[in-house]
């Protein structure tokens, strides 16, 4: 089909004027149009591969003994730390115009990988748990290499503009992405959902390509010059752990998102003993409505609650919110063992997380300068967070396997637990004014 010369200045006109109608309703000037929107779907389809395949491994969690997950939570501590280093001298090594479309390429063939030895083996007890490591391996680096790809695309100027858009992408691909199983499971199959996640993988390799054109021509007219290096990133990820053990208010912050942990493990792994008489496409339709639930209300609490909760009642109050309604959740938990109480409390926990705890949490960082916060937060982020799953785990199965704890007996720990996390978080909201003792 081939159009005229007037059909082409109707399309020129139309898409200038539609820049012009962004730029004036989102701030996005034109000449930004292009990059912005294809930022915007690049981690659109980022959110969706991803959650399409997030209930699927969580689906697999309820097979498998509390022991043989804390185990896999080991492995997963280990794989990502292995993984983030491996990235590290990679990136020091390869130009970053390589490497980023080379990440979602070999996270795609490493799913169709899965895919094929499914249908050939007998007993993919072995392959399962090894899918469900490496989807939380995968977890680390599908959102964490996007923005930091991103971030190199626009200047410091454009990015307060810029981002909040951009970022709207992943909060629709995370509504999406669970509506997929949802819908298609039964008909489909669950590892089915495999090559479909794949496949959307590696649209955005593309995408990035012709981002990478647009930089060089000029995008931000940025100056890169005194960014820190990949190799210096690399070595300063060991000696976060010296600057970490330096700063008590880095350590409230480890101790802050340590608890986090905790409640998050706790409801995961009773969660999953609920649905053990469940099968897999039906569990992975209930893990997807979760996670769809969750982005929903998280979505509708970051865009109309967040900024008027942390600008009227302070940081103290921002941080401190979800755990004391932890509290009062474990309790009824305590006094109403059920299914769906419990998926109540997993709702709020992550909406609440995503939404409320996690911008407060990383409100914090704010307070620090670039070198303590390019050696501590990878630290903070990997090791504490990675560690604590693998600790919690433990400390967990201790509790059930061993001491033999029912779900009411965790509910009290927790909800004490939980009243420890409200007043760290409560503290750590105190301190966020004072930057004399932050810094020193």
């Known amino acids: 089909m081939q159009f005229s010369l007037s059909d082409r200045y109707v399309h020129l006109v139309l898409s200038k004027n539609l820049a012009n109608l962004v730029h004036k309703v989102m701030n996005i000037k034109p000449s930004e149009f292009?990059?912005?929107?294809?930022?915007?779907?690049?981690?659109?389809?980022?959110?969706?591969?991803?959650?399409?395949?997030?209930?699927?491994?969580?689906?697999?969690?309820?097979?498998?003994?509390?022991?043989?997950?804390?185990?896999?939570?080991t492995s997963t501590f280990f794989f990502s730390f292995l993984a983030v280093s491996f990235y590290g001298e990679i990136i020091s090594r390869f130009k970053i115009k390589y490497i980023i479309p080379g990440v979602y390429v070999f996270f795609s063939f490493s799913f169709i990988f899965f895919y094929l030895l499914s249908n050939l083996i007998s007993d993919p007890d072995f392959l399962n748990k090894f899918f469900y490591v490496w989807l939380s391996v995968f977890s680390l680096f599908h959102v964490s290499v996007f923005w930091s790809f991103v971030s190199s695309l626009f200047s410091n100027e454009q990015?307060?503009?810029?981002?909040?858009?951009?970022?709207?992408?992943?909060?629709?691909?995370?509504?999406?992405?669970?509506?997929?199983?949802?819908?298609?499971?039964?008909n489909l199959g669950v590892m089915n959902l495999l090559l479909i996640s794949a496949v959307i993988l590696l649209i955005p390799v593309p995408i990035i390509n012709k981002l990478e054109n647009l930089k060089n021509q000029g995008l931000s007219q940025q100056d890169y010059s005194n960014?820190?290096?990949?190799?210096?990133?690399?070595?300063?990820?060991?000696?976060?752990?010296?600057?970490?053990?330096?700063?008590?208010?880095?350590?409230?912050?480890?101790i802050f998102i340590l608890l986090y942990v905790v409640m998050s493990t706790f409801i995961y792994f009773e969660l999953r003993k609920f649905l053990?008489?469940?099968?897999?496409?039906?569990?992975?339709?209930?893990?997807?409505?979760?996670?769809?639930?969750?982005?929903?209300?998280?979505?509708?609490?970051?865009?109309?609650?967040?900024s008027r909760l942390v600008s009227r009642f302070g940081m103290s109050f921002l941080l401190a919110l979800i755990p004391l309604i932890m509290i009062g959740g474990w309790m009824i938990v305590a006094l109403s063992p059920f299914l769906l109480v419990?998926?109540?409390?997993?709702?709020?926990?992550?909406?609440?997380?995503?939404?409320?705890?996690k911008p407060g949490?990383?409100?914090?960082?704010?307070?620090?300068?670039?070198?303590?916060?390019?050696?501590?937060?990878?630290?903070?982020?990997?090791?504490?967070?990675?560690?604590?799953d693998m600790v919690t785990a433990w400390f967990y199965t201790l509790l059930t396997a061993t001491y033999g704890f029912g779900l009411s007996l965790i509910a009290i720990i927790a909800s004490f637990l939980a009243a420890i996390w409200a007043y760290i978080g409560f503290h750590?909201?105190?301190?966020?004014?004072?930057?004399?003792?932050?810094?020193k």
């Open 34 to 73: 292009q990059a912005t929107i294809l930022s915007f779907s690049f981690v659109f389809l980022l959110m969706i591969a991803y959650f399409i395949l997030r209930p699927v491994r969580d689906a697999m969690s309820s097979d498998w003994s509390d022991t043989e997950l804390s185990w896999l939570w």
């Open 159 to 186: 990015a307060p503009r810029l981002f909040g858009f951009i970022a709207s992408g992943a909060s629709i691909g995370a509504i999406i992405g669970p509506s997929i199983p949802i819908l298609f499971v039964n």
């Open 227 to 254: 960014q820190v290096t990949s190799r210096e990133l690399e070595q300063d990820f060991l000696s976060g752990f010296k600057v970490f053990l330096k700063n008590p208010y880095l350590i409230l912050i480890a």
């Open 276 to 306: 053990i008489d469940f099968d897999r496409e039906t569990r992975t339709q209930i893990w997807a409505s979760i996670d769809l639930i969750v982005n929903i209300v998280a979505i509708i609490t970051a865009v109309f609650a967040t």
């Open 342 to 357: 419990l998926i109540g409390l997993q709702i709020v926990r992550r909406a609440g997380n995503y939404a409320v705890t």
């Open 361 to 388: 949490r990383e409100m914090l960082f704010t307070m620090f300068d670039n070198e303590t916060r390019y050696k501590a937060k990878p630290f903070i982020d990997i090791v504490i967070y990675r560690g604590g």
């Open 428 to 439: 750590l909201g105190r301190k966020y004014n004072d930057q004399d003792d932050i810094i």
